[in-house]
């Protein structure tokens, strides 16, 4: 397909919403799978084309905050200092729903995740198009999000209908779910907006519960899983999780800064100290050395902190026992 400049992929985009078409688009956070969110054909064929259970609800993207009242039925004062915070930008909320919200988003559930994306093309893409978009992170379920346009190629190719290239994403982690329906705030997966952030904003503790009651598909145990082995360690640890996989005659790599001490001839990829950086090139690095044909990698844990926690909670999952 020729270039297109980004005018011409938004107007390309939103027409191919209003189509019933499946659009990859980038957003700050991961690359999302987009449809028209009331066209339940289209709500359909993102699951299909994901693999995931028709029961794991969708979060629907607004390209504007004015739209919330059309489908969130309540607007609790913290939602409201949420929406100012952080709005646009990688924040969920779980609202209780209106009727309009259709039940193929919701697995039938009576509240509906939103969020109101701030990359500069999904803002453009919403704005020309009109409606709410659903959208998952485009990648086939229990994967690595993709945060480049080539990771979509690679796990989707034609299976969309139009991917949108708007270069790397900047957060490199999914959205923060937050919890609003019930009473006080509650974060039900950690993500781009540290918990810290939230606690700022509203000036009370903000507790993390991910359950397995509530359905977020990103609180499975095995998720966001490259093939080869993840393997999680202290930074005082690393080392040593490498000689014991070697030892075992895996082919072993680390993710790890450059502080942290390796054994001889191991392959590092590099990461910063920084937990924001890492999170940006987190999902990438995975793919990497899935491709360089690394049976184990040894990742270095982030502190628990600011966005080392969504960092730590992605890295646990991808190490979690597969079926
Ligand atoms: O950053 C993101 O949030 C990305 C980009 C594309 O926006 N999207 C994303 O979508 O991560 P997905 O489908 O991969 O994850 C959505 C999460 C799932 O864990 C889902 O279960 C949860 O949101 N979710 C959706 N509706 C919910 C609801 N009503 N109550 C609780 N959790 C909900
Ligand atoms: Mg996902």
Request: glycine share 8%.
């Amino acid at each position: 397909m020729p270039r297109m400049n980004n005018a011409e992929a938004a107007a390309r985009a939103a027409e191919t919403l209003r189509a019933g078409g499946l659009v990859a688009l980038p957003t700050e956070t991961v690359y999302g799978l987009a449809a028209d969110a009331e066209n339940e054909l289209a709500v359909r064929r993102i699951f299909a084309v994901k693999g995931r259970p028709q029961s794991h609800p969708l979060i629907l993207h607004l390209g504007d905050v004015a739209m919330l009242s059309l489908f969130a039925r309540e607007l609790p004062e913290t939602a409201r200092a949420l929406a100012e915070t952080f709005w646009p930008g990688p924040l969920t909320m779980v609202f209780s729903r209106t009727s309009r919200v259709p039940d193929v988003i919701t697995g039938g559930q009576d509240t509906v995740a939103i969020r109101v994306p701030a990359h500069p093309l999904a803002r453009e893409i919403l704005r020309r198009f009109g409606g709410a978009v659903a959208a998952p992170s485009a990648n086939k379920f229990g994967k690595v999000s993709p945060t480049r346009a080539e990771h979509v190629r690679a796990d989707l190719g034609d299976e969309v209908d139009l991917i949108v290239d708007g270069g790397a994403c900047e957060v490199g982690v999914e959205s923060t779910i937050v919890d609003v329906s019930r009473g006080p705030p509650v974060v039900l997966r950690t993500g781009g907006v540290p918990v810290e952030a939230l606690e700022r904003a509203l000036g009370v503790a903000v507790p993390v519960r991910v359950s397995s009651e509530v359905r977020v598909s990103g609180s499975l145990a095995s998720h966001y899983a490259p093939r080869a082995g993840v393997v999680l360690a202290r930074g005082d640890e690393v080392a040593l999780r490498v000689t014991e996989a070697m030892a075992r005659g895996a082919r072993v790599a680390a993710i790890a800064p450059a502080s942290i001490a390796l054994p001889p001839g191991v392959h590092r990829f590099e990461v910063a100290e920084n937990a924001a950086a890492l999170a940006r090139e987190l999902y990438a690095l995975l793919r990497e050395v899935d491709a360089a044909g690394f049976d184990v990698v040894v990742a270095a844990l982030p502190p628990d902190a600011g966005l080392g926690r969504a960092v730590t909670d992605r890295l646990t999952r991808a190490a979690a026992p597969r079926d």
